[in-house]
C-alpha cells in the first residue's frame, strides 16, 4: 500500500513491487522445500532449478529498474554503466547456474537433523 501512495502516477514502480513480491514468495518457499528434499531426489532437482528460474528472474528484474531509474532521472546513467549493471546481473545468473547444476553434493547440502519451520 505505500508504493502505491508513494508512486505518484508511476505504475512501473507498482507493477515492479508486486513482481518482486510475487517472486520472492515462491523463492523462499522453494528453498525452505529444497533444504527438506532428499539428496538426489527428483523433487530436489526440480526445486533447485524453480530457484534458479526464480532468483535469476528477479535478478534481471532488479537490474532493469535501477537501469530504468537512473534514465527517468535526468539520463544520469552512461552507457558503461548501463552495460557494467547488465553484465552484473547476466555473471549473477551463470553464477547461481554454476554453484545449482555444476556442482556435487557435499556435505553441506546434507538434509538437517532438526526440524525446522518455514519463515512466517
Keep these: 500500500m ?10 512501473a514502480t507498482v507493477v515492479f513491487v508486486a513482481i518482486s513480491y510475487l517472486h520472492l514468495v ?10 527438506r528434499a ?3 531426489s527428483a523433487s530436489r532437482d526440480r526445486l533447485r532449478d524453480a530457484i534458479w528460474v526464480l532468483t535469476t528472474l528477479l535478478t534481471f528484474c532488479f537490474a532493469y529498474m535501477v537501469i530504468r531509474s537512473s534514465t527517468a532521472a535526468a539520463g ?10 547488465w553484465v552484473t546481473a547476466i555473471a549473477t545468473g551463470i553464477g547461481a547456474s554454476s554453484a545449482y547444476f555444476h556442482r556435487r553434493e557435499s556435505r553441506v547440502n546434507q538434509p538437517l537433523g532438526e526440524i525446522m519451520l518455514p519463515p512466517v
Aim: proline residues 6%; aromatic residues 6%; charged residues 20%.
Design 76 to 85: 544520469l546513467l552512461t552507457l558503461p554503466v548501463a552495460m557494467l549493471v
Design 26 to 35: 515462491p523463492l523462499c518457499c522453494c528453498v525452505w522445500l529444497h533444504d
Design 38 to 40: 532428499a539428496v538426489g
Design 2 to 11: 505505500a508504493v502505491y501512495r508513494r508512486s505518484k502516477d508511476d505504475q
